[in-house]
């Protein structure tokens, strides 16, 4: 079977819960996967965030720097779990040692995720 992923084509941009999700779910992502020290990884995390919320601020979308807040709210909450996952699956290959989508993608101009 195939299955075609249309990313976040459920929820508008404009939809503060989208922003919520995207937060939320990008720093579990991002303690899942790391290699590099958590700590210094999360506060500089922290502060991007809080970056990100003063912009919505400063362009009239309260909510969505209101999402953000709920989003490290979550995080937090979530973060017992997460370090425990860490630990029982930290013989995973690091996504470092894989060649960058990004790279691939921008540079490379591979297009399709199966020439990536």
């Known amino acids: 079977s195939k299955v075609y992923h249309v990313g976040g084509a459920s929820l508008k941009a404009s939809n503060p819960n989208k922003t ?8 579990f992502t991002l303690v899942k996967n790391t290699d590099k ?4 990884v999360v506060l500089f995390r922290l502060i991007l965030d809080g970056i990100a919320g003063v912009r919505f601020l400063l362009t009239a979308k309260p909510k969505h720097m209101i999402a953000i807040i709920r989003a490290h709210g979550g995080f937090y909450k979530a973060l017992p779990n997460l370090l425990q996952f860490r630990r029982l699956h930290s ?3 690091s996504h470092n040692q894989l060649p960058s989508i ?3 993608y921008f540079i490379r101009g591979k297009t399709h995720f199966n020439k990536l």
Do not use: D, E, M
């Open 37 to 40: 020290p958590l700590l210094i």
């Open 102 to 104: 990004v790279w691939s």
């Open 20 to 27: 919520y999700l995207n937060f939320r779910n990008s720093l």
């Open 91 to 93: 013989t995973r290959k």
